[in-house]
């Protein structure tokens, strides 16, 4: 067990709080304008971690915190009292919840195992219009024409994330040369995909309080870039959100997204590494419970 003194894990929590209060601060700001932002607020719609919850410090597991201050911590789940101070507890773990675990831990590793793909070009958004009177973010125009995504999707994809094609047209869906359901995401997955590694986000989140904050926030400053790069490869006008477009429909634009596709993919490799060993380690440590 690592032990932090209290102005140890003090500075810590604050300074969490202040690194995510600059993604929480404006779209909670937005919220009670109820305006919306086209990229940002992707990561609180599709993922379901609440900024408050993004907030709330934690030490994740293997750390005892000192201090008279460290007693509050026992009003919350998971929290136990130890020789040295207070820290988590072994996780208790439902049936359910630890097949859950299970499941992502042996889609983690088994993505990690695999070598990276860079050639998608980001073209599921493309799919997602292809063929359709109204695009799917309607507010936000498109930057090139209707003929043009369907001349660019007509050459095919080669999408290997479920939560990704599954949002394809109808007419899109069979130019990819896997049709992805939930059953075989495993099967496919691999450690380049934009969707894959931003979904570490939520495969992080899902291990709170026992994973540390700060492993979290990495994971969501992860996504946010991914999803800045996801709509800057978009077929959507993104320029009035200061963003400039990747054109993945040239040569010139398939090469720059491929070195960003990369480069987060860099990113991503020793992130999926550690929630890898602390899914590990939580399921072998953790207790039963009821379901």
């Given at each position: 067990m690592?032990?932090?003194?209290?102005?140890?894990?003090?500075?810590a929590?604050?300074?969490?709080?202040?690194?995510?209060?600059?993604?929480?601060?404006?779209?909670?700001?937005?919220?009670?304008?109820?305006?919306?932002?086209p990229?940002?607020?992707?990561l609180?719609?599709?993922?379901?971690?609440?900024?408050?919850l993004?907030?709330?410090?934690?030490?994740?597991w293997?750390?005892?915190?000192?201090?008279?201050?460290?007693?509050?911590y026992l009003?919350?789940d998971?929290f136990?009292?130890?020789?040295?101070?207070?820290?988590l507890?072994?996780?208790?773990?439902?049936?359910?919840?630890?097949?859950?675990?299970?499941?992502?831990l042996?889609?983690?590793e088994?993505?990690a195992?695999?070598?990276?793909?860079?050639?998608?070009?980001?073209?599921?958004?493309?799919?997602m219009v292809?063929?359709?009177?109204?695009?799917r973010?309607?507010?936000?125009?498109?930057?090139?024409?209707?003929?043009?995504?369907?001349d660019?999707?007509?050459r095919?994809?080669l999408?290997?994330?479920?939560?990704?094609?599954?949002?394809?047209?109808?007419?899109a869906?069979?130019?990819?040369?896997?049709?992805?359901?939930?059953?075989?995401?495993?099967?496919?997955e691999?450690?380049?995909?934009l969707?894959?590694?931003?979904?570490l986000?939520?495969?992080?989140?899902?291990?709170?309080?026992w994973?540390a904050?700060?492993?979290?926030a990495?994971?969501?400053?992860?996504?946010?870039?991914?999803r800045?790069l996801?709509?800057?490869?978009?077929?959507?006008?993104?320029?009035h959100?200061?963003?400039?477009?990747?054109?993945?429909?040239t040569?010139?634009?398939?090469?720059?997204f491929?070195q960003?596709q990369?480069?987060?993919a860099q990113r991503?490799?020793p992130?999926?590494?550690?929630?890898?060993?602390?899914?590990?380690?939580?399921?072998?440590?953790?207790?039963?419970?009821?379901?």
């Open positions: 690592q032990v932090l003194s209290e102005i140890e894990w003090t500075e929590r604050e300074l969490h709080e202040r690194r995510v209060s600059a993604w929480t601060q404006p779209h909670l700001l937005r919220q009670s304008h109820h305006q919306r932002h990229t940002e607020d992707f609180w719609d599709y993922y379901s971690l609440r900024p408050s993004l907030t709330r410090w934690s030490p994740g293997g750390v005892i915190l000192q201090g008279e201050s460290a007693l509050h009003n919350r998971g136990t009292r130890y020789a040295e101070g207070v820290g507890g072994a996780p208790p773990l439902s049936p359910r919840r630890r097949e859950g675990w299970s499941w992502t042996s889609l983690l088994v993505t195992s695999r070598q990276p793909q860079c050639a998608c070009y980001a073209l599921h958004e493309w799919a292809y063929r359709i009177p109204v695009p973010h309607a507010q936000l125009p498109l930057r090139v024409s209707q003929e043009q995504i369907n660019t999707l007509s095919g994809t999408c290997t994330h479920y939560d990704a094609f599954r949002f394809f047209t109808s007419a869906a069979p130019l990819n040369p896997w049709q992805l359901d939930r059953s075989s995401q495993i099967e496919h691999q450690p380049a995909c969707h894959a590694n931003m979904d986000y939520k495969w992080a989140y899902k291990l709170l309080p994973i904050s700060e492993v979290v990495d994971a969501f400053a992860l996504a946010l870039d991914i800045v996801d709509m800057r490869a978009s077929p959507y006008d993104v320029t959100l200061d963003l400039s477009p990747i054109r993945v429909e040569p010139e634009g398939k090469e720059q491929q960003q990369r480069l987060l991503a490799a992130l999926r590494l550690h929630l890898i060993q602390l899914y590990r380690e939580l399921l072998q440590v953790s207790t039963p419970s009821l379901p």
